[in-house]
């Protein structure tokens, strides 16, 4: 099924000066490009895109309390609604702190490619080989020592619903390019090798 996902390059890495190395694994891995531009967020923008839902922040508090404990540590907060909250005003400090880069990307199954391409949310858990594993090492141990949001790079859409309401939030519809890309042929077009 051909998708379309959200991608932010976030402030750290529009300030680490990794735009190109970010956008040039996305192009080398077959997708393509449909939307693009540098915008710096409002508190708005940013309240939109991270909804704060219960889901949300209990989803935030029980994956970084399941790294501490992986580790044999203790997670040092007990209420998951306080952990998400803060985690929340963070981000919108951090998001519109600088310009982002926001990017809509295409391609057969591009949500679920994106994020594996993008790793795991704590950069120094992030295997080798994805953008947070190589390019970065934040860890939720420092950035909750040092009481703000993990600095991971990239948003990429978690799901296909996700992502759609994401694309809404930062791009109209005639911002979206509908165009031949010489992928459309090359990679699925069962007769682009027969027709030659
Ligand atoms: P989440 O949606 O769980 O991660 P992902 O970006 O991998 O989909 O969390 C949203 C952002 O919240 C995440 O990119 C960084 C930040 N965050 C923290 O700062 N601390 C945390 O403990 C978690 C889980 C997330």
Do not use: C
Request: charged fraction near 25%; glycine fraction near 8%; hydrophobic fraction near 35%.
């Amino acid at each position: 099924m051909i998708e379309k996902s959200l991608v932010l390059i976030k402030p750290d890495g529009v300030q680490r000066g990794l735009i190109s190395e970010i956008i040039g694994r996305f192009e080398r891995v077959g997708l393509k490009l449909v939307a693009i531009k540098m915008v710096h967020p409002t508190h708005d923008d940013v309240e939109k895109h991270y909804t704060l839902t219960d889901e949300w922040m209990l989803g935030v508090y029980t994956k970084a309390k399941a790294k501490y404990e992986s580790v044999g540590e203790k997670f040092p907060f007990t209420d998951h609604q306080a952990y998400g909250k803060s985690i929340k005003e963070g981000l919108v400090n951090f998001l519109k702190s600088s310009p982002v880069v926001a990017m809509v990307w295409e391609g057969e199954t591009a949500v679920s490619l994106i994020r594996k391409m993008v790793g795991n949310t704590e950069p120094a858990s992030a295997t080798p080989g994805t953008i947070r594993g190589d390019l970065s090492h934040d860890s939720y141990a420092l950035s909750n020592t040092q009481n703000r949001p993990i600095r991971n790079l990239v948003h990429a859409s978690g799901n296909v619903k996700e992502a759609e309401h994401e694309i809404g939030i930062w791009f109209t519809d005639t911002e979206l390019y509908k165009y031949e890309h010489v992928n459309d042929r090359v990679q699925y077009d069962p007769d682009w090798f027969l027709s030659k």
